[in-house]
């Protein structure tokens, strides 16, 4: 990773954590709206490529952060 400071790294996983939550949100919501049952609705949660691609970025953050 570029040299970047802890505050930085802090910043980008508050921001990345809330836009997860949001999509989080927003596929829940919209599973709901579509009367879906929740299994269906966790299971989609669970298989999201974005939602993945998230985690994915947010344990490589913190591992950085907590490495320092």
């Known amino acids: 990773m570029t ?7 802090d910043e980008s996983i508050e921001q990345l954590t809330a ?3 949001r999509l989080r ?5 919209m599973g709901q709206k579509l009367k879906l049952p929740q299994k269906k609705i966790d ?5 999201h ?17 907590q490495s320092r």
């Open 25 to 29: 949100a927003d596929v829940v919501a």
């Open 43 to 47: 299971s989609t949660l669970s298989e």
């Open 19 to 21: 836009y997860r939550d």
């Open 3 to 9: 040299d970047v400071s802890t505050q930085e790294l």
């Open 49 to 65: 490529p974005e939602l993945q691609r998230i985690e994915g970025i947010l344990t490589q953050l913190v591992a950085e952060r």
